[in-house]
């Protein structure tokens, strides 16, 4: 039962245009969203959350958005930038005693930066 | 700042021995959480420490078991290594969760012969 699904496996974008990664979940307890950044041979690197009280957060040239009622997320790159090539995980938490330090994610996304 | 420190990098193992990885946290981080992933099943949660104290666990076989020191810093633990066991084991630090960010270290990679 995948309860964070990124459906596409792969995206290609050229420098300087915009990136859309989507995700989308099934379990309505989660409140709280993150995107991750992966190199190979590195351990995932933060980027960006958002509560599920908000519907976009920004940081810099990334910004998350948020649809509850389609359980729906995405994360926006602009512009993207070939530094960004890597694979991208979106991940969910759930509040409460059960979820400390659990998130669900993903498979990942891999988006190729083209200069 | 330094990052979550995770030693070693990489690891080869017999199958039947059993293993030990180890974890720093970001300073000031007390929470720490373990994960394996593997190419087929994805990041997996495998248990959450907080305060010398499993307050969470996944769905994964006793085999598999942890601790917290009282300086944070956590070990991990795999008897009797299986095939299966190969991954990169991920080792991840956060303030007070929920609605805090995990943040990864390096990884360990485990392989099993």
């Known amino acids: 039962d995948q309860q964070v699904k990124q459906n596409s496996p792969s995206l290609s974008v050229q420098e300087g245009r915009i990136s859309i990664l989507n995700c989308d979940y099934t379990?309505?307890?989660?409140?709280?969203f993150l995107w991750y950044k992966k190199y190979p041979a590195e351990g995932p690197t933060f980027l960006i959350s958002i509560s599920s009280i908000k519907d976009k957060n920004e940081d810099g040239r990334f910004t998350v958005f948020l649809n509850k009622s389609a359980k729906h997320l995405s994360l926006h790159i602009v512009p993207s930038q070939p530094g960004d090539s890597a694979v991208y995980f979106c991940?969910?938490?759930?509040?409460?005693?059960?979820?400390?330090?659990?998130?669900?994610f993903g498979q990942g996304t891999i988006l190729t930066v083209h200069p | 700042k330094a990052g979550v420190t995770q030693t070693p990098r990489y690891l080869i193992k017999t199958r039947g021995q059993q293993v030990t990885l180890s974890c720093s946290p970001i300073?000031?981080?007390?929470?720490v959480s373990w994960y394996q992933q593997t190419p087929g099943q994805g990041l997996q949660f495998l248990f959450e420490?907080?305060?010398?104290?499993?307050?969470n666990k996944g769905n994964f076989p006793g085999r598999f078991s942890g601790r917290q020191f009282s300086n944070s810093r956590s070990e991990m633990n795999v008897s009797t290594l299986e095939l299966g066991d190969s991954a990169l084991y991920l080792c991840?630090?956060?303030?007070?969760?929920?609605?805090?960010?995990?943040?990864f270290g390096n990884g360990t990679r485990l392989t099993v012969t």
């Open positions: 379990n309505s307890m989660f409140d709280y």
């Open positions: 300073s000031g981080h007390r929470s």
């Open positions: 991940a969910a938490s759930a509040s409460g005693g059960t979820s400390y330090g659990k998130l669900t």
């Open positions: 420490y907080f305060s010398e104290t499993q307050r």
């Open positions: 991840a630090s956060s303030l007070e969760p929920p609605n805090s960010p995990l943040h």
